[in-house]
């Protein structure tokens, strides 16, 4: 099982342009997330789903977008990148107890 | 100010000695308490859970929750060259759906 993967690994960007982000999970768990890590920020949430076709807004998810139209896949959407979204973005898929996390994005945005 | 706190480190101990790391937090309705261990460019993994004041102990680490100081410590005894990594503290409000409040991680050494 390869559990939750990320694609890309790395991707650098100029500012105004878009990408996606590819999260899949095998774990076959309803809820998803997508964190950004800064440093000494610790992890944040962008924004999370509850379920295939569902999503939510989390603590920062001011310049993303998500979807969810499979429950094995969270796509989450830059649309016009800027500087500040340079980071690590992590995915990860949740039973009750426990998050699984990805092995990360690295995004710069010049 | 954040409703989890945690001091970033870094902070450096011998192989063979007592880590002790801790989180404050301000949110009375958190109700369980995780550490994540994250190694450089890798993702966090769940180390520790624990949902009641007290300690819970795993092998080397134990896990301690006051919740009435509203404060969390995570200790690992005998530290290694393999515990270097950074340690994040996370909670949860049910009543917030599922989602994690993460503190900001601190960076430990411990050197051989």
């Known amino acids: 099982n390869a559990g939750v993967t990320q694609t890309p690994k790395f991707r650098v960007l100029k500012t105004g342009q878009s990408m996606t982000l590819l999260c899949a999970q095998d774990?076959?768990?309803?809820?998803m997330y997508w964190y950004r890590q800064d440093p000494g920020m610790g992890l944040r949430l962008i924004h999370y789903s509850v379920g295939e076709g569902t999503t939510a807004k989390g603590e920062v998810p001011d310049g993303y977008n998500v979807s969810r139209l499979k429950k094995q896949n969270f796509l989450l959407g830059l649309e016009s990148a800027a500087p500040s979204q340079t980071s690590v973005y992590f995915c990860a898929t949740a039973t009750s107890n426990e998050q699984f996390f990805g092995p990360g994005t690295r995004l710069t945005v010049l | 100010q954040k409703e989890v706190e945690q001091d970033p480190g870094p902070l450096s101990v011998p192989e063979g000695a007592i880590v002790s790391l801790n989180c404050t937090y301000s949110?009375?309705?958190?109700?369980?308490f995780m550490w994540y261990r994250q190694y450089s460019r890798k993702g966090p993994e769940l180390l520790m859970y624990t949902y009641s004041s007290g300690n819970k102990e795993d092998g080397r680490f134990t896990a301690q929750v006051d919740k009435s100081s509203k404060y969390i410590s995570l200790f690992i005894r005998d530290s290694q060259p393999s515990d270097s990594a950074t340690y994040l503290c996370?909670?949860?409000?049910?009543?917030?759906?599922?989602?994690?409040?993460f503190g900001g991680g601190t960076r430990v050494l411990v050197k051989p």
């Open positions: 996370a909670m949860e409000s049910r009543a917030a759906g599922n989602k994690l409040t």
């Open positions: 774990m076959n768990h309803e809820y």
């Open positions: 949110n009375s309705a958190f109700q369980y």
